[in-house]
């Protein structure tokens, strides 16, 4: 008798179930069986059944799983696969869950990662307050949802910062293995886990150490050569005897070793400030090391100014990430090509310091609200805000943003690192050219800067995007609307700044720009940009 399909809101056809196995019972009458026969199979299932349940018991005990949670945005496929073999080579189950924005599968590579047995993706949303780290949140709510569950032998996740020492505390009450998985040569970061006794277990990085030098000159100018190959070594206790003197001279803000607070910005502001020469600022070790050998280990006694004034150190870098083997890191690259540091004075600090990073020369209003609110949405910039708590709002008004950008800059929290404006001319006279916007009689004719504006003009207009006034403006939203479905070609976490065309539309939907800062651009002379389009920004996020 052939088996029936069960269609839900139907009876199901007569089975019998024996763990797994399904069988058909016939409905044709059978004479009763001998009583000895039923008393011996009974006796047979119910041994059967007892040693089945006690497999599965032992199974479960040995299918207890480590959860590995990690951020998307802020680790490589490598370091990821990396941290998942260390792990399996002591725990057999292991599943890895990867929070990053929705479009993060988009990546041909980061979708075959997430099609990997026993890797999730987590698709998070980001926040409706840029303030908020839409990962972090997910990160952390996942932990404690983990916590105490008794098929879980342990949680564990990967990280280069501190922020979720706490969380982890919080869980460790539960009883399972909690611990962390932190890329080699993070001595503070390490040390802070270890510190609040979490379990780190460090990963080997790719590369060779650094082979870039960036130099900050005693003009505040700066510069980067190519030199032998430096590897950090652990330096932790000479690290916060220099912290503690450049902390008396009041170069140094932090109150204790849990401080954010990056060493980089205070060694560089001393050396700066008492005209002691060039100093390397990269590997940042180095400017470290420097501070050392002047402030304990050298007899010098002289008297060093103390700090007088706020000061800006930059070092610019490019979301290159590839070609490691000239410049020994990814990072080491990064800064090579953003041309060296640089310490600015806090006077006219926003226009010359977006002016150094290429986002315009920001001589009339408009064209330095266009400038910040570029900065603000590329990538490194924004990731680097929003963890300062700083990224601009929707209902920001010029002087919020600006005061944001101004406590960005100043601010000891970071290394100094923020992205330059983007300088891809030739893929994007490649791109015009294809649109029809550009007209060369071959492709490596020469552009001319006008010529370049003006096919970006004839793009904008095409595609019904807002009317931007710098060059470098035109540049973001050519290229951020071609890419807008990649997140990794634009370099961001996500791309929630698309702009719309919605020509006399003015309804607004959640995220979309607040009307004071429509009135701020519009104060700003783009009211007709604003007229014409929507900006869909949910925040700046």
């Given amino acids: 008798m052939a088996h029936m399909p069960w269609t839900p809101g139907l009876s199901r056809p007569f089975h019998s179930t024996f763990f797994g196995a399904t069988a058909s019972i016939s409905r044709a009458p059978q004479r009763a069986p001998d009583a000895r026969v039923v008393v011996a199979s009974l006796a047979v299932v119910k041994a059967s059944r007892s040693r089945s349940l006690t497999c599965c018991r032992s199974a479960r005990r040995a299918e207890k799983t480590t959860h ?46 997430c099609d990997t047995p026993g890797v999730e993706f987590c698709a998070v949303p980001r926040a409706d307050h840029p303030s908020k780290e839409a990962n972090d949140e997910a990160i ?68 060779s150490g650094s082979k870039v030098r960036a130099v900050l000159h005693e003009d505040g100018t700066g510069s980067v050569r190519k030199a032998e190959t430096y590897c950090p070594v652990e330096n932790a206790a000479g690290a916060e005897l220099v912290r503690d003197k450049l902390r008396s001279l009041g170069f140094d803000c932090s109150k204790d070793a849990t401080s954010k607070n990056f060493l980089i910005q205070s060694a560089a502001k001393f050396w700066y400030s008492n005209q002691l020469g060039p100093l390397t600022v990269y590997p940042f070790q180095l400017a470290t090391l420097a501070a050392h050998d002047l402030l304990v280990q050298s007899r010098r006694r002289a008297s060093f100014k103390a700090s007088q004034g706020e000061l800006a150190f930059l070092l610019p870098v490019t979301p290159n990430r590839t070609s490691k083997l000239q410049y020994g890191s990814s990072l080491a690259r990064a800064v090579y090509e953003g041309g060296g540091p640089c310490m600015l004075e806090d006077v006219d600090l926003i226009a010359r310091a977006l002016r150094k990073l290429g986002y315009g020369e920001g001589r ?21 805000l929003r963890k300062m708590g700083l990224l601009p709002c929707p209902d920001d008004q010029e002087f919020d943003v600006a005061k944001k950008l101004r406590a960005a800059f100043l601010s000891h929290e970071t290394h100094g690192m923020w992205q330059l404006a983007s300088a891809d001319s030739h893929n994007l006279r490649g791109l015009l050219r294809k649109e029809g916007c550009l007209r060369l009689s071959k492709p490596g004719d020469k552009v001319s800067g006008e010529e370049l504006k003006d096919a970006m003009l004839r793009f904008s207009a095409k595609h019904r ?57 519009m104060q700003m002379g783009l009211a007709a940009s604003i007229q014409k389009a929507v900006y869909t920004c949910k925040g700046l996020a």
Avoid at 160 to 169: C, Y
Avoid at 188 to 200: E, L, P, Q
Avoid at 368 to 383: D, H, R, V, W
Avoid at 468 to 497: A, F, I
């Fill in 68 to 113: 590995l949670l990690v951020d998307g945005d802020c680790h490589s496929i490598d370091t990821i696969q990396s941290a998942i073999g260390s792990l399996k080579q002591e725990r057999k189950a292991v599943y890895t869950t990867l929070f990053a924005a929705p479009e993060k599968v988009q990546n041909t590579h980061w979708a075959q990662l």
């Fill in 465 to 521: 995007l807002p009317r931007m006034r710098t060059l470098q403006g035109l540049v973001w939203q050519v290229l951020r609307h071609v890419n807008r479905k990649n997140p990794e070609k634009t370099g961001e976490d996500c791309p929630q700044e698309r702009m719309q065309g919605a020509a006399g539309q003015s309804k607004r939907g959640k995220g979309d720009l607040g009307p004071k800062f429509e009135q701020f651009f």
């Fill in 140 to 207: 952390i709510s996942r932990l404690r949802s983990l916590a105490g569950q008794p098929d879980i032998a342990g949680i564990v996740l990967l990280t280069i910062d501190t922020d979720f020492v706490e969380p982890l505390l919080g869980a460790k009450q539960c009883g399972q293995l909690l611990g962390a998985c932190i890329p080699e040569r993070h001595y503070n970061v390490v040390k802070r886990y270890r510190r609040a006794g979490i379990s780190v277990r460090e990963l080997p990085q790719g590369g």
């Fill in 364 to 384: 009339h209003p408009a064209e330095l609200a266009e400038s910040m609110f570029i900065f603000a949405n590329t990538g490194i910039n924004k990731k680097t």
